[in-house]
């Protein structure tokens, strides 16, 4: 599979995705392995083998398990010396992401919207200076989308461009967050609902987490 991006400077960020894929496959986390990579006419590109299934829609009880053993062995696998998180969160919600989560847009559409941005930005500046683990593997994406699946089993996680050294909880809020603005809907299936502030606390450690997620999906699973 052939992926590109924009710039010969993206090269030096895909050496470091080389490596920590690379651990991860070391202990079977089933990441692609990358077979190429370099820069051509002010592109920067990989080639990287591609991985069986085909993408999670969504994330239901029988593969959560799954789910939870992957992100145990993103624990204390990180390669980098770089230890900045949580600042890559802190910043998107502060400043916005280079071609996502642009605030602007928050700020603009409603009322509603722009008071919703103030809570959020609140929330992180009241918690940006807590204890977090920076020795994880956070995939920085980790939504269903770059969740394969085959035969019901996890297959593959693929887009791996945005990982960095931080909590690997962070994948796991993700991916609920993700799941719960899928279709206007929560994992527990009831139609506009979604968490409140208030209830977006970061928290500690990652049982917690796990057991949120565990929970709303089990909802989903029940009759």
Not at 9 to 37: E, K, S
Not at 132 to 140: I, L, Q, W, Y
Not at 142 to 154: K, Y
Not at 182 to 203: A, L, M, N, T
Request: aromatic share 8%.
């Amino acid at each position: 599979m052939l992926k590109w991006g924009t710039d010969e400077g993206h090269l030096d960020r895909l050496q470091q995705v080389v490596v920590i894929t690379q651990a991860l496959r070391n202990v079977g986390y089933p990441a692609p392995r990358y077979c190429m990579l370099g820069t051509v006419y002010g592109y920067s590109y990989t080639i990287q083998e591609e991985l069986p299934g085909s993408p999670m829609e969504v994330v239901t009880a029988s593969v959560l398990p799954g789910l939870l053993e992957l992100n145990e062995l993103q624990a204390r696998l990180a390669t980098s010396e770089e230890r900045a998180w949580p600042g890559p969160v802190v910043d998107t919600v502060m400043v916005g992401g280079d071609g996502y989560c642009l605030l602007d847009s928050l700020r603009t559409y409603s009322p509603t919207t722009a008071e919703l941005l103030t809570v959020l930005q609140a929330v992180v500046l009241a918690h940006r200076d807590e204890h977090f683990e920076t020795n994880d593997v956070v995939h920085f994406d980790f939504n269903p989308s770059n969740i394969l699946l085959e035969n019901g089993q996890v297959s593959g996680v693929i887009d791996w461009e945005g990982a960095c050294a931080g909590d690997c909880t962070f994948n796991l809020a993700t991916l609920l967050s993700k799941q719960s603005c899928s279709k206007g809907q929560d994992i527990s299936g009831s139609k506009d609902s979604w968490f409140p502030p208030e209830r977006c606390y970061p928290v500690a450690g990652r049982n917690r987490t796990a057991c949120v997620l565990l929970q709303k999906t089990s909802m989903k699973a029940s009759p």
